[in-house]
């Protein structure tokens, strides 16, 4: 199991940035896509961007052009760089990583960081 650690997040205006970061520990991570995830209250939780062991990147249609994801496989950690701030982007967001072991599909979660957008 990968353990996750998410920082990052607070209270900003909109338009305002925001980077998360999220820390794993093991040696699986380079091999891992990963990704954030966001759940606001009353909705399902959403893929925001997702980043795969070859560096390819895939953003939600609502964050394209504003989210960058990133990651740096020596320091285990994934990033998520958020510009241009909207409330709709108010929600706890949750780092993910899957992998495979032997035939089998892995998959854990952060305990999330909340992101709260508002004037």
């Known amino acids: 199991q990968v353990q996750l650690a998410e920082s990052g997040g607070g209270l900003v205006q909109p338009g305002g940035s925001l980077r998360l970061s999220c820390a794993a520990s093991?040696?699986?991570?380079?091999?891992?896509?990963t990704g954030w995830y966001r759940q606001a209250p009353g909705k399902e939780r959403e893929l925001v961007a997702s980043i795969s062991s070859g560096d390819s990147t895939k953003y939600s249609d609502v964050v394209k052009g504003r989210f960058t994801i990133s990651r740096d496989n020596a320091k285990k950690t994934v990033y998520l760089q958020m510009n241009n701030l909207k409330p709709e982007d108010t929600a706890v967001y949750y780092c993910?990583?899957?992998?495979?072991?032997?035939?089998?599909?892995?998959?854990?979660w952060g305990q999330g960081t909340q992101v709260t957008v508002s004037s």
């Open positions: 993910n990583v899957n992998y495979w072991i032997g035939g089998n599909r892995y998959e854990d």
């Open positions: 093991g040696s699986i991570f380079s091999r891992a896509t």
